[in-house]
């Protein structure tokens, strides 16, 4: 059991007040105050709900009715707390593009608390938006509707397409305004996840450390690393030597599977400095992120990226380079600090197995053959040459080899490929129709575009939210059939793959 040397006594699960409600642990503050500073949101002003996430709201026991709803909507613009809930703002640091900031922190969101449900999950419930904070960095401490809608889309969309990811709960905009590229509406949005704690929480217990001279200058690092394996990592043993190394080559490991699962979907995330890299390896921090339309290797989805350091390509070798970073910060705990790059050297390892196993399922191959990664290779090549789409490619192919889908696969590719694989399906131990069957699981139909989220944000800034409702509904069930929402599976417009989306959004 974890023992926070802060309060000198063990943190014990408290008994749920009636029974069968959830209710609020508040864990993260038993750690030192130096983690955190508590304050409450500012509220805004005429606050209205725009989207509410009903599976989302599952994971609380809370019903997704008319008077919940009320209910989130006063919470969610800061005019009145969640009972139990405590709120405080995290500190933590991180390197941004590749230089080490030393204090960011939660400059426009609070952690609310930790809500336990009557399954006795944890989730921690962010409100992002909720107004300054002592680590703004001189911002207003807002979120905009924009902004908001994107998390909210993005974060339930790859739930559902099975890649590791925070939760959103609600959107709330309001009559407030804030300052950007123009005057718009004062929005947050409420956020689910299993811990908020980041890389760069590591980072900042780290650099703060080295800059003391005291024999224990490294508690709080120590700290949190026990409190993150007690939160999040319990079968780790705590009287083993062997306690801080297992954390950190799990850390490797989720991340190294998380964007394998980014790759292998074709997503961008767009921001990976160490801040928004999730301790427990979640997709994290929503920005100017993008799922390619026509495949390209190198797609900046980040128009503030100038240099290309988060294009499509470079996400495995970035995972790398924030473990590492991670692996740095976490040096005072290790005894023997080569077993920090035995857990680095895994990364590469994992993260390949994982990616070309996701590759085969994409292409309906059950066992691996030594000749695989080649025609893997050739099909991402002929894809990028060709500028094809590459979601819609992959479900075209999960039709084949019907007349329709050799037609329009020979269009975008050529046959030399169609024919390679034709020849490697003949020791496919699947026939033709389970092998269609299993594809289409693992190849949507629907995937949240840029510019499907434009146009659902361009009508919520007029005030019509339905375009929300029904993007959610073929995003829930990306690998399903959706007549009357076909149009979402079409090909962008020439307009739609030219947006720019940048950190502001």
């Given at each position: ?85 405590q709120p405080l703002a995290m500190v933590y640091s991180g390197h941004q593009f590749g230089s080490y900031n030393p204090r960011l922190g939660d400059g426009r969101g609070l952690l609310l608390g930790e809500w336990v449900n009557t399954r006795n999950e944890k989730w921690d419930l962010h409100l992002k938006g909720a107004g300054p904070t002592p680590y703004s960095r001189f911002g207003d401490g807002r979120a905009v509707l924009r902004s908001c809608i994107r998390e909210f889309l993005a ?175 976490l040096t005072p705990l290790f005894s023997d600090t080569r077993l920090i790059e035995q857990a680095l050297n895994s990364y590469g390892t994992i993260y390949t197995q994982t990616y070309l196993r996701l590759m085969l399922d994409k292409i309906g191959l059950v066992e691996q053959e030594p000749e695989d990664i080649q025609l893997i290779q050739d099909l991402l090549q002929q894809l990028h040459d060709s500028h094809c789409d590459y979601s819609r490619f992959f479900r075209t192919l999960s ?107």
């Amino acid at each position: 059991m974890y023992t926070s040397a802060h309060t000198d006594r063990p943190i014990t699960p408290e008994t749920t007040p009636d029974g069968t409600a959830g209710y609020f642990h508040n864990t993260y503050l038993r750690l030192p105050d130096s983690f955190y500073t508590r304050q409450g949101p500012t509220p805004l002003k005429n606050p209205r709900m725009v989207a509410t996430s009903s599976s989302s709201c599952a994971l609380l026991d809370v019903q997704n009715t008319p008077a919940n709803r009320a209910a989130l909507t006063q919470i969610c613009s800061g005019q009145s707390l969640w009972p139990g809930s405590q709120p405080l703002a995290m500190v933590y640091s991180g390197h941004q593009f590749g230089s080490y900031n030393p204090r960011l922190g939660d400059g426009r969101g609070l952690l609310l608390g930790e809500w336990v449900n009557t399954r006795n999950e944890k989730w921690d419930l962010h409100l992002k938006g909720a107004g300054p904070t002592p680590y703004s960095r001189f911002g207003d401490g807002r979120a905009v509707l924009r902004s908001c809608i994107r998390e909210f889309l993005a974060s339930e969309a790859l739930h559902h397409l099975g890649i590791p990811t925070t939760r959103a709960l609600c959107v709330i905009t309001s009559d407030t305004p804030v300052q950007r590229e123009t005057i718009e509406a004062g929005s947050t949005l409420l956020r689910l996840a299993r811990s908020h704690i980041r890389f760069g929480h590591f980072e900042y217990c780290y650099y703060r450390g080295l800059e003391k001279k005291e024999k224990n200058r490294f508690n709080n690092l120590r700290e949190l690393a026990d409190y993150t394996i007690w939160q999040n990592y319990p079968d780790l043993k705590a009287d083993s030597n062997y306690y801080y190394p297992a954390f950190f080559t799990e850390v490797v490991r989720r991340t190294a599977i998380l964007i394998a699962r980014w790759q292998a979907a074709g997503f961008a995330h767009g921001v990976m400095n160490t801040d928004n890299m999730s301790i427990i390896g979640d997709t994290f921090d929503y920005g100017p992120y993008g799922f390619m339309d026509d495949f390209n290797w190198h797609y900046i989805c980040n128009h503030s990226d100038h240099y290309g350091r988060y294009a499509f390509s470079q996400q495995p070798e970035i995972g790398y380079w924030n473990c590492h970073k991670l692996g740095q910060a976490l040096t005072p705990l290790f005894s023997d600090t080569r077993l920090i790059e035995q857990a680095l050297n895994s990364y590469g390892t994992i993260y390949t197995q994982t990616y070309l196993r996701l590759m085969l399922d994409k292409i309906g191959l059950v066992e691996q053959e030594p000749e695989d990664i080649q025609l893997i290779q050739d099909l991402l090549q002929q894809l990028h040459d060709s500028h094809c789409d590459y979601s819609r490619f992959f479900r075209t192919l999960s039709h084949y080899p019907s007349d329709a889908a050799c037609a329009l696969l020979q269009q975008q590719i050529g046959k030399r490929w169609l024919e390679n694989y034709q020849e490697r399906l003949k020791s496919n131990p699947l026939d033709d129709y389970t092998r269609q069957q299993r594809m289409k699981q693992v190849n949507p139909k629907y995937i949240l575009r840029n510019y499907l989220a434009q146009q659902a944000i361009s009508r919520a800034e007029q005030g019509d939210f339905q375009e929300i409702d029904k993007l959610m509904t073929v995003l829930a069930q990306p690998f399903a059939q959706w007549p009357e929402f076909e149009h979402y599976a079409a090909e962008p417009p020439p307009w739609g793959k030219q947006l720019e989306v940048s950190c502001s959004s």
